[in-house]
């Protein structure tokens, strides 16, 4: 089984469709939701998972991505290209 968790995002106001993590990349230490609490919380495991990927906006929704060391969070365009990390 993968462990890549994959959330779909659609947004209008937003050229960002998808947000993945990367579980064993994901330390748990909470710095993305740290940037929004809205989009993520940790799961049972104490890994980061998405809880509404539609949740905050495009720049904070990437300072999320940035704030990650493991760099666990990768985001894609509308059109299935990575734009994070680049
Ligand atoms: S910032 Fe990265 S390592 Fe930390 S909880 Fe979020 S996804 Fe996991």
Do not use: H, W
């Amino acid at each position: 089984m993968s462990s890549i968790q994959k959330y779909t995002r659609d947004r209008e106001d937003s050229n960002i469709g998808k947000i993945t993590i990367a579980q064993d990349s994901c330390i748990g230490c909470g710095a993305c939701a740290s940037v929004s609490d809205s989009t993520y919380e940790l799961n049972d495991d104490g890994k980061s998972m998405v809880a509404d990927p539609n949740a905050t906006n495009d720049e904070t929704l990437i300072a999320s991505a940035e704030s990650c060391a493991t760099q666990a969070i990768s985001l894609f365009d509308k059109q299935g290209n990575q734009i994070f990390p680049k």
